[in-house]
């Protein structure tokens, strides 16, 4: 009887600069829904690359066919090429038969005049790419990605599909950690907003303008500087384009930063996995 494999699966990658997330794509992106597989570790714990390979035996057992040995292939986009190299060579060591693909820049079809396309993180040009292509279906009008990870950043793809750059800033937590660290009087009130935001529960309430404590002053000035920079280049990318922008939020801190956008937004908390699968699947 022949073993070869009898299906193929693929992982799509996402590895920034704080956590990494994995998902089935394709078909099997639904064999793992009520499995909660979706991996989000933090990169810098020592343990995340055995979470990843457990994960991955995991999902292989949830798929359908019991008995099969999917073909497994890992597409990954990576802010972090030393620890692209590592994550890599886990894979080869646990799963000798797996492929990767490792994504650059040249692979998401989005024009660029900008001098160093190479040079661009892949996270920023796979969110504006997929976000234009979803806006192609709708309303016409320049496509701003705005990203809330651990930087935020903020991006501009005129109409015809044409990736125009746009603007880098420490995120949230960034911020925060930068208080707590260099302000003695704030780290206390800085490390509980800090537990708030790692803690699985959703944010309950969004905090009261103005700040009437540390802790909500804090608050209230973090969010409200991202969300302001968001509304700012909203409005300068209105301004030169002369018509309205769409805008979309995603990455770990977007729920948070919403509540205080002047700007109309489209949140989207998964657009790295939705770029992933586009790419490969369409
Ligand atoms: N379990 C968690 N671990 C770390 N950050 C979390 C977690 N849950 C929510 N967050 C929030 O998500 C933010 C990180 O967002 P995201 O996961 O999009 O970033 P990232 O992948 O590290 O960054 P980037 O993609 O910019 O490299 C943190 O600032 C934090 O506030
Ligand atoms: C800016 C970040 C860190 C955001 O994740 C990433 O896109 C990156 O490492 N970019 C490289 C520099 C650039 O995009 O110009
Ligand atoms: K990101």
């Known amino acids: 009887m022949s073993q070869d494999p009898v299906e193929s699966l693929c992982i799509g990658v996402d590895l920034g600069n704080t956590r990494v997330k994995c998902w089935a794509l394709g078909a099997a992106a639904d064999w793992q829904q009520g499995l909660s597989l979706a991996d989000q570790q933090a990169i810098r714990s020592a343990a995340w690359l055995d979470r990843v390979m457990q994960w991955r035996d995991q999902l292989v057992h949830s798929l359908p066919i019991a008995s099969a040995q999917p073909a497994v292939e890992w597409v990954i986009a990576s802010v972090q090429a030393t620890i692209t190299g590592r994550f890599c060579d886990r894979i080869t060591s646990h799963f000798p038969s797996d492929r990767f693909r490792v994504l650059s820049s040249a692979d998401v079809p989005l024009r660029t005049r900008l001098p160093a396309r190479q040079k661009i993180g892949i996270d920023r040009l796979l969110t504006s790419w997929v976000a234009w292509q979803n806006n192609r279906r709708g309303e016409p009008g320049p496509t701003i990605v705005a990203d809330a990870g651990s930087a935020l950043t903020i991006d501009w793809t005129g109409v ?84 309205r922008v769409q805008l979309w939020l995603t990455g770990g801190d977007a729920p948070r930063i919403a509540p205080w956008l002047k700007s109309q937004y489209r949140l989207e908390p998964d657009l790295m996995r939705d770029a992933i699968n586009r790419l490969i699947y369409v």
């Open 160 to 243: 015809e599909g044409e990736f125009r750059g746009g603007a880098i800033l420490p995120g949230v937590q960034l911020q925060l950690q930068s208080l707590g660290e260099h302000i003695p009087a704030l780290s206390a009130a800085v490390e509980s907003i800090i537990q708030q935001h790692l803690s699985p529960q959703p944010a309950t309430s969004v905090p009261s303008f103005p700040g009437m404590d540390t802790e909500s002053a804090i608050a209230v000035g973090v969010y409200t500087s991202a969300a302001a920079a968001i509304d700012r280049f909203v409005q300068q990318v209105e301004l030169e384009s002369a018509t």
